[in-house]
DNA sequence: CGCTAATCTAGAACAAGTTACAGAACCGAT
DNA sequence: ATCGGTTCTGTAACTTGTTCTAGATTAGCG
């Protein structure tokens, strides 16, 4: 990904301060979304009810979020927030950076279990988004990243190679999630699929020749 | 053309065959449904042009594809079939089984970019299907993990390793191709990641012993 | 051939995402 | 407090996936 990402637009960098009420209407429909997704999943998350769970007028609620995937996406950054501050009160116990990895992201595939309908409508829409939702994808992206990088007790200075593992970890992370959730892949397997993709990350250590081999 | 393996049957409780004139109406709307993805990716594969594109009625359509998402992923293991025999063709030449794979992806990586929006119609499709698309869908899981295994030079017997590993690569392959097809990757990035993923082959040991030589 | 059941066609109808628009409410600056 | 522009509301309309129905066509069979 080059720097000159979003250069051209103005618009959106300078996001001009939302007043309190707006805030509570954001927060209402952020709710109002993880609500219905949290029962019935993608489906369920219509835009009508969502506007009127959160007392909001339709067009109101397009104007916060263009699209529905938009508001799935942004969703979906809300919950990882929380997530990642969670993960951080507990930092992962093992000792190796691929096991500490993998069991952060266990955990929180067991938290995508208490709620596999919000967890479907959420990664759904990930996945599913096109061009447009980029920069809001991203987001998520980077913010999963962190998660990772914080797992593996190195948050700002990593070698290139260790960024492509993460990449490799989180398109594992994300489509063995998306096969969990739609019935192909059962718990187990996500957990060796993880496991296995960890692995990776012992490979590329900085310290070349101090790891133990197997 | 194509006098071999038409062992493939996915619909196992009774698929009553099709007459002449029905497997010609299944010909047409497949044909139908590459070309508008062909130009203008998922979006442009509207039922009712797929309809009258291939001189079949909307109702029919639907009788012989329950869903545009159906439509779409037989639409992927009809170009995955494609592929498949292409390959063959032509097997890779790397020595490493690794290397192999990574070249082979890269080859089909290649093929995609010659028509990134029918790859995105398929792509979408099928990270977006939910669960009653799933025996379609596993039925292109399981043409992918054919190529693979067939780059590795073992075409029956794997270690479970080796098939997590398969697993892996197969979900870091969906979730690349997502990422470049959505502009948030790049062509050479995506190449790092198939290649960081594949490395994961070496790591799994074939059986002690046993290494084929081409 | 003639019959019956399945299939196909054409078109309307429905569902949910999205857009458009007129008027009410709100915000900031004078 | 008032004005001007923006935002919000309520509602209708439009789009496209999906379903439904009635009648025409076809396939299989005695």
């Given at each position: 990904?080059?720097?000159?990402?979003?250069?051209?637009?103005?618009?959106?960098?300078?996001?001009?301060?939302?007043?309190?009420?707006?805030?509570?209407?954001?927060?209402?429909?952020?709710?109002?979304?993880?609500?219905?997704?949290?029962?019935?999943?993608?489906?369920?998350?219509?835009?009508?009810?969502?506007?009127?769970?959160?007392?909001?007028?339709?067009?109101?609620?397009?104007?916060?979020?263009?699209?529905?995937?938009?508001?799935?996406?942004?969703?979906?950054?809300?919950?990882?927030?929380?997530?990642?501050?969670?993960?951080?009160?507990?930092?992962?116990?093992e000792s190796?950076?691929?096991?500490?990895?993998?069991?952060?992201?266990?955990?929180?595939?067991?938290?995508?279990?208490?709620?596999?309908?919000?967890?479907?409508?959420?990664?759904?829409?990930?996945?599913?988004?096109?061009?447009?939702?980029?920069?809001?994808?991203?987001?998520?992206?980077?913010?999963?990243?962190?998660?990772?990088?914080?797992?593996?007790?190195?948050?700002?200075d990593a070698?290139p190679e260790?960024?492509?593992?993460?990449?490799?970890?989180?398109?594992?992370?994300?489509?063995?999630?998306?096969?969990?959730?739609?019935?192909?892949?059962?718990?187990?397997?996500?957990?060796?699929?993880?496991?296995?993709?960890?692995?990776?990350?012992?490979?590329?250590?900085?310290?070349?020749?101090?790891?133990?081999?197997?």
């Open positions: 990904m080059g720097h000159m990402t979003s250069e051209h637009r103005p618009a959106l960098p300078a996001t001009p301060p939302l007043t309190e009420r707006q805030e509570a209407r954001r927060r209402r429909i952020l709710h109002a979304s993880a609500q219905l997704a949290g029962r019935g999943g993608f489906d369920a998350v219509q835009m009508r009810e969502v506007a009127e769970l959160s007392n909001v007028a339709l067009g109101t609620l397009y104007r916060y979020f263009p699209s529905k995937i938009h508001l799935l996406v942004a969703t979906m950054q809300d919950q990882l927030q929380h997530m990642h501050a969670t993960l951080r009160k507990r930092p992962p116990t190796d950076p691929g096991a500490r990895v993998a069991q952060t992201l266990m955990r929180a595939f067991r938290a995508m279990q208490r709620e596999p309908h919000l967890a479907d409508a959420m990664v759904r829409a990930l996945t599913f988004a096109d061009r447009s939702v980029s920069p809001e994808v991203d987001t998520v992206s980077r913010l999963t990243t962190a998660i990772i990088l914080d797992a593996m007790g190195l948050d700002s070698t260790q960024l492509s593992a993460v990449r490799v970890i989180e398109h594992t992370w994300h489509s063995a999630l998306i096969t969990w959730l739609s019935g192909r892949a059962s718990i187990a397997q996500v957990k060796i699929d993880i496991e296995t993709v960890c692995r990776l990350i012992e490979l590329t250590g900085p310290q070349p020749g101090l790891q133990r081999p197997e």
